[in-house]
């Protein structure tokens, strides 16, 4: 067996693009992975490549551990297929989700299933502090764990703001107050393990995308809401990221020019107008006293308040049109609704549709389920550990393709 565990540098260079063949190995192994046990001819139906060469990419991939073959299906009339699955136990991944003053982490095998969670809080908000966070959680998950560091295929880090993966650049982030801080490589100098960085909402689209609501559809957007309003995209099985990794500031589309101010400096943007401060700054200016709580405003809406309705009314409407908008532009199957803020969704969710059904082009309404979806952050950090899981074995798998006959 080779050694296929990346080695801590390897993530510090630029993501190249996959060949074809990469990109079919890879597309085998996430059918496999997602969809197994699965016989060689539905991995082909799945891929759409043809059965041969389906038959080609699996070699490899067993003879490398990563695929186990399973007993003989029985009463399939034909020839006997013999389902494939993904070796669980073969490699594990730390996954984070960075929050202010909380860290929540866990460790996961291939399946993505949990092995260990936990959750911390920190103080020191400084790059140096944050990763010696990062390196304590770690610690702490791998002592709970059978699973050793040297079978560890990485970490992989969520945060919120604008985070450029490719280059493991923390572009700008808010809550921590950080701007252009390279903390994939920070992390890679402390801990030496391979390390990816995400924006979190990507991070947990990884996770729906794997083994949540979006693992039967090529295509879906994932909003979140609460303090504020994100957004990932994965298209044709694809995360897009942008072209620096800001695709998806959904929360920062303006949607009312004559609307409050936002941190970034523009006014009236999404974000501004249905995050958690929005909420409650409209709660106090209808009660005519301070209201600093979204669970107030909702205890109050609950209780019959009107005014307390109308502003979760007034929400409904600004993502019903700003949503509206995201279907006319992918005209997606699904979109996930999801983060802190869903917590109030049966006080916006009516607004929320009829603005749809009013606003998005033609049939996109239509054509599209909007699903409310409570994700806890272990959830997120799971996620942050699947792009790991994702990142190193597709490089350990475009090793193999020397070996797949052409
Ligand atoms: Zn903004």
């Known amino acids: 067996m080779t050694q296929t565990t990346a080695s801590p540098d390897d993530t510090g260079a630029e993501v190249r693009a996959y060949s074809s063949r990469e990109h079919h190995l890879g597309a085998v192994f996430e059918a496999v992975l997602t969809r197994g046990p699965l016989s060689r001819r539905d991995a082909a139906r799945l891929t759409g490549l043809s059965a041969a060469s389906v038959t080609k990419l699996v070699k490899p991939m067993i003879s490398h551990g990563y695929l186990i073959e399973n007993v003989r299906e029985a009463g399939v009339p034909g020839r006997p297929q013999i389902p494939l699955q993904v070796d669980a136990s073969r490699h594990h991944a730390v996954g984070i989700k960075l929050m202010d003053g909380e860290i929540v982490g866990v460790v996961a095998d291939l399946h993505a299933e949990v092995q260990s969670a936990h959750r911390m809080k920190y103080r020191d908000t400084t790059p140096e502090g944050v990763v010696s966070a990062i390196d304590e959680m770690t610690g702490i998950l791998l002592q709970r764990t ?9 970490i992989g880090i969520g945060l919120g703001g604008h985070v450029n993966g490719a280059t493991g650049v923390v572009v700008e982030s808010p809550f921590l107050g950080w701007h252009d801080v390279p903390l994939r490589r920070l992390v890679v100098e402390r801990m030496n393990l391979p390390v990816v960085i995400e924006n979190d909402v990507n991070t947990l689209a990884v996770a729906e995308q794997w083994f949540g609501a979006g693992s039967s559809f090529p295509s879906f957007a994932l909003v979140t809401i609460g303090v504020g309003v994100g957004c990932a995209l994965v298209l044709d099985g694809q995360l897009w990221r942008g072209v620096s990794g800001a695709a ?11 609307g409050p101010e936002c941190h970034c400096g523009k006014r009236g943007c999404l974000e501004a107008v249905v995050g958690d401060a929005a909420i409650a700054g409209a709660m106090s200016a209808a009660a005519g006293r301070r209201i600093t709580k979204v669970s107030q405003v909702v205890a109050r809406a609950h209780a019959g308040d009107l005014d307390a309705q109308q502003v979760f009314t007034q929400a409904g409407l600004a993502l019903g049109r700003a949503i509206a908008a995201l279907l006319n532009l992918l005209n997606p199957p699904l979109v996930i609704l999801s983060g802190e803020g869903i917590t109030a969704s049966d006080l916006f969710i009516d607004a929320l549709r009829a603005e749809l059904d009013r606003d998005a082009f033609s049939t996109t309404a239509g054509d599209c389920t909007v699903l409310v979806r409570p994700l806890p952050d272990e959830t997120w950090a799971r996620g942050a550990a699947a792009t790991m899981l994702r990142h190193g074995v597709l490089r350990s798998l475009s090793r193999l393709t020397q070996q797949v006959q052409s």
Request: a negative charge.
């Open 146 to 154: 059978p699973v050793k560091r040297e079978r560890l295929l990485g």
């Open 248 to 258: 998806g500031e959904f929360g920062h589309m303006v949607v009312d020019p004559e």
